[in-house]
């Protein structure tokens, strides 16, 4: 069955730092393209980054409002991808969801979220 | 502000269709990139519903179908029922110029009455 199973979150700092884990069962984390997605009750859904297969490269790419600042990686032993948040904002505050990117391209299957909350 | 735009709710009876529309612009649906629609449940994530404009995954009911004509996109919903109350939102590709690969609608509550 492939399942997203996610971990972090909590409340930070301004200028704190987090890191986000989504574990993946099912298939292998280097064979697909996956992306980061949060929701705010200001925005709504936001694409935030994501990264795109070994065999493809592996490149990230990443909204204009978390350039910089964050970064996506993957761990093979563990199976699971990584958002490391740096230098957070109070307007990073949201759930955060993992997704794998699919056929369209669209995200499918999506990890359970993750709060993040960034209050001084 | 949302790239693409969709109304904020509509409502139904049982057993009635609902449509929900999702317009863009030629940076993103005018430029041939695909629709897609998720659904999402209270307290749930986003959940897949129709990729690539009209196409539904595995276990998805035909009850869901989806459209695109020109910068814009629908998603009906026939034989409203009452499991369906939740948020909707359409999503596409957008022109590397926002900076956003990926850009989303605002949503759409779907109650039924």
């Known amino acids: 069955e492939v399942q997203l199973v996610q971990s972090g979150g909590g409340l930070v700092r301004p200028g704190g730092s987090l890191r986000l884990s989504c574990q993946v069962s099912g298939f292998s984390v280097n064979n697909v393209w996956m992306s980061w997605v949060r929701q705010t009750p200001q925005k709504g859904l936001e694409w935030i980054g994501r990264i795109k297969s070994e065999y493809d490269g592996g490149a990230t790419d990443f909204a204009a409002a978390v350039k910089g600042r964050f970064t996506i990686s993957r761990e093979d032993s563990n199976n699971t991808l990584y958002l490391q948040m740096n230098a957070l904002k109070i307007e990073d505050t949201g759930v955060y969801y993992c997704?794998?990117?699919?056929?369209?391209?669209?995200?499918?299957?999506w990890g359970q979220g993750t709060l993040v909350t960034v209050s001084s | 502000q949302s790239l693409l735009t969709q109304p904020p709710s509509v409502s139904g009876a049982p057993g009635q269709r609902v449509t929900i529309s999702c317009t863009g612009d030629?940076?993103?649906?005018?430029?041939?990139?695909?629709v897609n629609w998720y659904q999402q449940l209270p307290g749930e994530a986003p959940k897949l519903l129709i990729y690539a404009n009209d196409n539904r995954p595995s276990g998805v009911p035909d009850r869901f179908s989806g459209s695109t004509s020109g910068t814009s996109a629908s998603l009906a919903i026939t034989g409203l029922q009452a499991e369906d109350e939740a948020d909707y939102y359409c999503?596409?590709?957008?022109?590397?110029?926002?900076?956003?690969?990926?850009?989303f609608g605002p949503g759409t509550k779907v109650t039924v009455l």
């Open positions: 997704a794998t990117v699919t056929t369209g391209p669209s995200f499918d299957p």
């Open positions: 030629s940076s993103n649906i005018g430029s041939g990139n695909v």
């Open positions: 999503q596409s590709q957008e022109g590397s110029v926002t900076g956003h690969l990926y850009v």
